[in-house]
């Protein structure tokens, strides 16, 4: 199985189909992916992983009961989800989802999109820079103690915004926010946005 670009074997075993108490117009099946118990480093060290159980369901298909795609697809999404559970961290965390406090309707929908899709474009940025596993060397070099990362973070991806944006006229690295008329403001704003559309290549 691909992951970013990085392969991860899996051990795995599909049983079933099964039914299950209480719907049995539904067969399952389960899918068994074998844990990890082996020692790393020069301390032996052992790295444990419980097995992971996951349910899906069959399908009827002229024939036996079936799997909806290939337990390989099926796995690959299922992994995904770790991805899903920072993205959601990074967006409460950095961006404040859910922290804005709003009383009308359209508000309420509003104060989550927007931060939602800064989040999505920076994120974006950040892919059309490095790709799904490289890592900006410039921005953190290899040291003594820290070996360089497989893939890139956030912390990293905003070491590369400050970057850019401060070599920029217009940006002030002790800015606090946006002063003045709402003309200036607005100005403001879409010098920022310039910014941002120059910082995802082309």
Known sequence: MCVRGRPIPLCYRVEGPYLRQGAPG??????????????????????????????????WRDGPWVLPYPA????????????????????KTDFGVGEVQC???????RAVQQPVWAYAVCVLAGYRAWGYAGHPAALRPRGLWWRGAARWSLATLWR????????????????????????????????????????VPM
């Not at 390989?72 to 989800?81: C, D």
């Not at 009383?103 to 929908?109: D, K, Q, S, Y």
């Open 26 to 59: 539904q067969p399952l099946f389960l899918l068994v992916v074998k844990g990890i118990d082996q020692a790393r480093g020069r301390h032996r060290h052992r790295r444990r992983r419980k097995p992971a159980f996951f349910l899906v369901n069959a399908l």
């Open 72 to 91: 390989e697809e099926v796995l690959a999404w299922a992994w995904q989800r770790w991805e899903v559970e920072v993205a959601h961290r990074e967006m």
């Open 103 to 109: 009383w009308h309707p359209l508000a309420t929908v």
């Open 160 to 199: 590369g915004y400050r970057q850019a944006f401060s070599q920029q006229a217009h940006f002030h690295p002790a800015g606090a926010g946006t002063r003045g008329t709402w003309a200036e403001k607005d100005a403001w704003l879409h010098r920022l946005d310039a910014l941002c559309a120059a910082a």
